[in-house]
């Protein structure tokens, strides 16, 4: 590797703007998507005449009219000029790569070239980015009205246009003139092909890198039909710049609009493959979405998405053949890597995306992104639909589909053991009818669980030797040569499992259960001084912990004795060979028994039978270890003599000191107790829990770890709020990595939620950083998260993925509230904690019992089907409120900017009625002329909080733009902003009214209250 590929692919993508520009003297004045400060090159005088824009770290001075990147900045800061060469070049790339936290490579190529190329890359992608603004001028010439017109028709709006920096490509001649004119050469002209003739007279999209830096162009012919011979789509010919060895420029080698993902801290991307698909998109907000455009996503682009630190892909495939096929190479590709593939089912009526968007709306086009499901049980599905016979399945078609799906199984690089078995193979077990074991039986798999020897408990402290035999008759000779390291690992694993070593597998690590765990400490973000607790785990708490190549070297010295041959032919004992334990370690099919959950309570299987016998559960791979002092021994017997009607008071008993706003808050608290009691046996995601009010002191604290004691036996695991993004996903990853069931984020201040919490609540699997170090961790997602916290809002999507729990009293000073039922109800719920669980796990065994009946018009809450059914199911069986109908209030607890835009909409359709306006005549009217109405004194309120201007006498009208496009054709309280039409070239709008489907309904009646036949015979 030379030293500008390293550079390039290794050193810019971990840069941020703190990194390289940390001079005091800039004082930064944040401006959206670029930083203004003072320039440390010359004296100035406003303060603001350097720049830098965010993703692609370039910088100008608008006073010493020079610019460039990094590299100059770093080269300029030290006494140089422009880009520095020979020694200075490798010196500046040493001090950047430190800064990232690298080192350059001891075996890296320096050459005389290297800073040659570096110069060559920054000419070149300035070149095409004048030749992008170019483009787009061209596309408002008279002469080109016809593709404006297109693009019109495919749903883009002028300001859409501009905000995609959208082009027209003319003649090829009159792009080269242009080149000139600005100073370019004619070689690096024809090196880039950005005057290639192919383009003439298409629409021109730019594509970026992941940092929003020019990679090439792409084109779009303005029209259903394209001229003989011509594509409807193509690529600048090759703008790979070969000038010297190796690819300064690789075309297509990040997704197109990934930049604009990670822009909104993106890392759960959806990717098409249209570029107008793609672009109508983003621009009605879903910024989430990039586009492969080609059959599927190539090695570059993955490779790019790995060093962005993207979580999972949901693929969108064209509807076809075709699209089929490349979301089937794309999961291949994607298998493997860091990054989780999903796939979406097919479009309905054949629609592309953009079309489902323009006809249906956004609201159809999230449920079909909703519907994604795991990349290996999409291949699965495709493979089970290759070979489906016409009738019934024979014996010998289950065996030939089996064993060619091994087959194709085998080509996959898949490490992980629960997706294995999770996502690829049970989907087609299920659909031949078969159990795991016959499944198993036909694959040529052994299916027998190890059992523990000499009474030997499954788990243990790893610490203690008496928890495991201390000499072994095992003997296990030490070779060399083909093959002897393999036969060395296969009885190692033997002696471990014959020992009775307390050892599982999860997602292809070897781990075992501790307890007692070190705290978790993440350093304050906003006070880097200060040492910060992170997770703060209860006293005595199990958790699944990787087991350290220490502890498993005891453990390999314990269960075998190690020997070699001398060379007199005499054996003689040896300590275990490291390459062993690496192997050992390093498995990706391993012997031990998987573990897929740990808990301290009893629970179902998803057939409703009990798991109260403590120890391994081979069925469910979970793990049952009761807290010192609690009986279950005879947990079924009174769970089927308990009866509804003595289940339910007992069930209530424990909430009831504490004063709910609403009945149905009292059943949400009664659904975050058996929620993580029985989350292994819930299908899909589970939503948050968020227990608030208006003042302190209302008991948020106690109720949740009244629910805690009640499901696990421990007050809640907890960690505070404020961190960013990145600590967050950290912490997340700690906790599911752990195997720990919930967790409380204690006393939010304002507002919450954020890319890793809502990717916790969308996703089965959770891929994230784990704290500490620099690695990914992916596993199962069975953290069920709960909140507390006064006037709690919520960012972004995360409204729709809560149920409340509002504690209101009418006491000034609740804390001295009296007269309690149980004046110490922790030490009542501990004490009682047998026969309450007994209560809830009589009642839902029986209504599973029952068929899991449901009221004929029950609605299940979007994203969250599984818990909806089994959770809400059971309550309103029971004749209680139902603990969903508290999510109307959430939306009034929404970020600052949807609650704000929801009262401009009811305030412009009073003023406007159904008049449209642009967003030019309605800052003028509001700002430039006395008001006259209360009705514009409102509107004219609400802009200034959306989007007041620095002086805070006027409104920002293309800030607002951008506000209003994010929130086009959603509905907020019955309106519905609209796009009508342009005048003089900008964008018209219009609020509407909407009557929806449900509009009238009485929710509370319908779906709050439900007659349990059980409970009331009539």
């Given at each position: 590797?030379?030293?500008?590929?390293?550079?390039?692919?290794?050193?810019?993508?971990?840069?941020?703007?703190?990194?390289?520009?940390?001079?005091?003297?800039?004082?930064?004045?944040?401006?959206?998507?670029?930083?203004?400060?003072?320039?440390?090159?010359?004296?100035?005088?406003?303060?603001?005449?350097?720049?830098?824009?965010?993703?692609?770290?370039?910088?100008?001075?608008?006073?010493?009219?020079?610019?460039?990147?990094?590299?100059?900045?770093?080269?300029?800061?030290?006494?140089?000029?422009?880009?520095?060469?020979?020694?200075?070049?490798?010196?500046?790339?040493?001090?950047?790569?430190?800064?990232?936290?690298?080192?350059?490579?001891?075996?890296?190529?320096?050459?005389?070239?290297?800073?040659?190329?570096?110069?060559?890359?920054?000419?070149?992608?300035?070149?095409?980015?004048?030749?992008?603004?170019?483009?787009?001028?061209?596309?408002?010439?008279?002469?080109?009205?016809?593709?404006?017109?297109?693009?019109?028709?495919?749903?883009?709006?002028?300001?859409?246009?501009?905000?995609?920096?959208?082009?027209?490509?003319?003649?090829?001649?009159?792009?080269?003139?242009?080149?000139?004119s600005q100073g370019f050469s004619s070689k690096d002209i024809a090196a880039t092909w950005v005057a290639d003739p192919k383009m003439q007279g298409y629409i021109v999209f730019p594509w970026r890198d992941e940092r929003g830096r020019m990679l090439t162009f792409y084109g779009r012919w303005p029209g259903k039909n394209t001229p003989p011979g011509m594509p409807k789509t193509i690529a600048l010919s090759n703008p790979k710049m070969k000038d010297y060895d190796g690819d300064l420029v690789h075309t297509k080698c990040s997704p197109l609009y990934l930049d604009r993902a990670l822009r909104d801290k993106h890392r759960d991307i959806v990717a098409v493959e249209g570029l107008l698909d793609a672009a109508l998109l983003q621009v009605r907000g879903d910024t989430r979405v990039v586009a492969y455009v080609g059959a599927q996503f190539t090695h570059d682009q993955i490779d790019t998405m790995c060093r962005a630190g993207i979580n999972s892909v949901i693929i969108c495939p064209d509807p076809d053949s075709g699209g089929d096929k490349g979301a089937i190479v794309s999961v291949k590709s994607l298998i493997g890597t860091p990054i989780t593939p999903y796939v979406t089912p097919r479009i309905p009526e054949g629609m592309d995306p953009d079309e489902v968007v323009l006809k249906c709306g956004m609201e159809t086009w999230h449920k079909v992104v909703d519907a994604a499901q795991h990349g290996l049980s999409y291949l699965a599905e495709q493979h089970i639909a290759a070979h489906k016979p016409e009738a019934e399945w024979t014996d010998k078609g289950k065996v030939d589909l089996i064993r060619t799906a091994k087959q194709e199984f085998e080509k996959l690089s898949i490490h992980n053991a629960y997706e294995q078995e999770m996502f690829f193979w049970k989907p087609i077990a299920d659909a031949l009818g078969l159990t795991k074991e016959e499944l198993a039986g036909i694959r040529g798999q052994q299916t027998a669980e190890p059992e523990p020897v000499n009474g030997t408990s499954t788990t243990g402290n790893p610490t203690e030797p008496s928890a495991f035999t201390t000499v072994s008759s095992i003997s296990i000779l030490i070779e060399s040569g083909q093959g002897c390291l393999s036969r060395m690992v296969d009885q190692a694993e033997n002696a471990l499992i014959a020992g009775g070593y307390p050892l599982f597998q999860r997602v292809n690590e070897i781990v075992l259960i501790t307890r007692n765990s070190p705290r978790i400490t993440v350093k304050d973000v906003d006070k880097p001084d200060e040492?910060?607790?992170?997770?703060?785990?209860?006293?005595?708490?199990?958790?699944?912990?990787?087991?350290?190549?220490?502890?498993?070297?005891?453990?390999?010295?314990?269960?075998?004795c190690w020997q070699k041959i001398s060379k007199k032919g005499d054996p003689y004992n040896t300590s275990v060979p490291k390459s062993v334990i690496d192997c050992v370690?390093?498995?990706?099919?391993?012997?031990?028994?998987?573990?897929?959950?740990?808990?301290?309570?009893?629970?179902?299987?998803?057939?409703?039978?009990?798991?109260?016998?403590?120890?391994?559960?081979?069925?469910?791979?979970?793990?049952?270890?009761?807290?010192?002092?609690?009986?279950?021994?005879?947990?079924?017997?009174?769970?089927?003599?308990?009866?509804?009607?003595?289940?339910?008071?007992?069930?209530?008993?424990?909430?009831?000191?504490?004063?709910?706003?609403?009945?149905?808050?009292?059943?949400?608290?009664?659904?975050?107790?058996?929620?993580?009691?029985?989350?292994?046996?819930?299908?899909?995601?589970?939503?948050?829990?968020?227990?608030?009010?208006?003042?302190?002191?209302?008991?948020?604290?106690?109720?949740?770890?009244?629910?805690?004691?009640?499901?696990?036996?421990?007050?809640?695991?907890?960690?505070?709020?404020?961190?960013?993004?990145?600590?967050?996903?950290?912490?997340?990853?700690?906790?599911?990595?752990?195997?720990?069931?919930?967790?409380?984020?204690?006393?939010?201040?304002?507002?919450?939620?954020?890319?890793?919490?809502?990717?916790?609540?969308?996703?089965?699997?959770?891929?994230?950083?784990?704290?500490?170090?620099?690695?990914?961790?992916?596993?199962?997602?069975?953290?069920?998260?709960?909140?507390?916290?006064?006037?709690?809002?919520?960012?972004?999507?995360?409204?729709?993925?809560?149920?409340?729990?509002?504690?209101?009293?009418?006491?000034?000073?609740?804390?001295?509230?009296?007269?309690?039922?149980?004046?110490?109800?922790?030490?009542?719920?501990?004490?009682?904690?047998?026969?309450?669980?007994?209560?809830?796990?009589?009642?839902?065994?029986?209504?599973?019992?029952?068929?899991?009946?449901?009221?004929?018009?029950?609605?299940?809450?979007?994203?969250?089907?599984?818990?909806?059914?089994?959770?809400?199911?059971?309550?309103?069986?029971?004749?209680?409120?139902?603990?969903?109908?508290?999510?109307?209030?959430?939306?009034?607890?929404?970020?600052?900017?949807?609650?704000?835009?929801?009262?401009?909409?009811?305030?412009?359709?009073?003023?406007?009625?159904?008049?449209?306006?642009?967003?030019?005549?309605?800052?003028?009217?509001?700002?430039?002329?006395?008001?006259?109405?209360?009705?514009?004194?409102?509107?004219?309120?609400?802009?200034?909080?959306?989007?007041?201007?620095k002086t805070g006498k006027s409104c920002d009208s293309v800030k607002l733009g951008y506000i209003f496009r994010r929130y086009k054709d959603r509905i907020l309280d019955g309106h519905m902003l609209q796009q009508y039409g342009t005048r003089g070239g900008s964008a018209a709008w219009q609020v509407t009214k909407v009557v929806t489907p449900d509009a009238g309904k009485p929710k509370a009646k319908a779906q709050g209250h439900w007659t349990n036949p059980v409970l009331d015979p009539k």
């Open positions: 590797m030379k030293i500008v590929d390293f550079f390039e692919q290794q050193v810019v993508p971990k840069l941020s703007v703190d990194d390289v520009y940390a001079q005091e003297i800039h004082n930064w004045i944040n401006e959206g998507e670029q930083l203004k400060g003072a320039c440390p090159f010359h004296k100035s005088k406003s303060g603001g005449s350097f720049s830098v824009e965010k993703s692609s770290l370039k910088w100008y001075c608008q006073g010493c009219k020079v610019g460039g990147g990094p590299v100059q900045y770093i080269h300029m800061l030290n006494g140089g000029v422009g880009t520095p060469h020979g020694s200075e070049y490798v010196e500046t790339i040493r001090i950047l790569a430190e800064k990232a936290g690298l080192e350059i490579p001891g075996g890296i190529k320096h050459s005389p070239k290297d800073s040659e190329a570096h110069h060559i890359i920054e000419v070149r992608r300035a070149l095409m980015e004048s030749a992008s603004k170019f483009f787009q001028a061209n596309l408002r010439a008279k002469e080109n009205e016809y593709a404006m017109e297109y693009l019109a028709g495919r749903g883009l709006t002028a300001d859409d246009i501009e905000n995609l920096e959208l082009g027209f490509f003319p003649h090829q001649e009159n792009v080269r003139r242009y080149l000139i040492d910060k607790a992170g997770i703060r785990w209860p006293e005595g708490q199990p958790q699944i912990s990787q087991v350290s190549p220490h502890t498993l070297h005891e453990y390999l010295d314990q269960s075998a370690i390093a498995r990706p099919e391993k012997k031990f028994r998987t573990i897929m959950a740990l808990t301290e309570t009893p629970t179902l299987r998803p057939d409703g039978s009990l798991i109260s016998e403590p120890g391994f559960d081979t069925k469910t791979q979970i793990l049952f270890e009761p807290i010192r002092g609690e009986d279950w021994s005879d947990l079924q017997a009174k769970c089927d003599a308990m009866t509804v009607e003595q289940a339910r008071p007992l069930i209530l008993e424990a909430f009831l000191d504490f004063h709910f706003q609403e009945e149905f808050h009292r059943s949400a608290a009664i659904a975050g107790t058996l929620t993580p009691m029985v989350r292994s046996i819930i299908t899909g995601n589970v939503p948050l829990t968020a227990v608030t009010a208006s003042t302190p002191a209302e008991g948020k604290s106690l109720l949740c770890d009244t629910m805690a004691m009640i499901s696990s036996g421990r007050m809640f695991p907890r960690m505070s709020s404020g961190l960013n993004n990145e600590e967050d996903e950290k912490r997340i990853t700690a906790l599911c990595r752990s195997g720990t069931r919930m967790v409380l984020v204690d006393n939010v201040d304002g507002g919450f939620g954020n890319a890793s919490w809502d990717a916790l609540l969308t996703g089965l699997m959770w891929t994230g950083r784990v704290l500490g170090v620099s690695e990914m961790w992916s596993g199962p997602n069975l953290l069920v998260p709960y909140l507390t916290g006064n006037n709690v809002y919520y960012r972004g999507d995360m409204a729709r993925r809560v149920v409340p729990i509002n504690l209101h009293s009418d006491s000034e000073d609740p804390e001295k509230r009296t007269g309690f039922t149980h004046p110490n109800l922790l030490s009542w719920t501990q004490k009682n904690r047998v026969p309450l669980v007994c209560a809830y796990l009589s009642v839902l065994q029986k209504f599973i019992r029952a068929g899991n009946p449901l009221p004929t018009d029950f609605r299940r809450l979007g994203g969250f089907e599984g818990w909806s059914d089994l959770i809400r199911g059971v309550i309103l069986w029971m004749g209680l409120p139902d603990p969903e109908l508290g999510r109307d209030d959430v939306k009034k607890n929404q970020d600052p900017q949807t609650n704000n835009f929801r009262l401009l909409l009811k305030a412009w359709r009073t003023l406007f009625k159904d008049e449209p306006c642009t967003l030019a005549s309605l800052v003028g009217r509001l700002f430039d002329t006395p008001i006259s109405t209360t009705e514009e004194a409102s509107v004219r309120e609400l802009l200034l909080t959306l989007a007041p201007m």
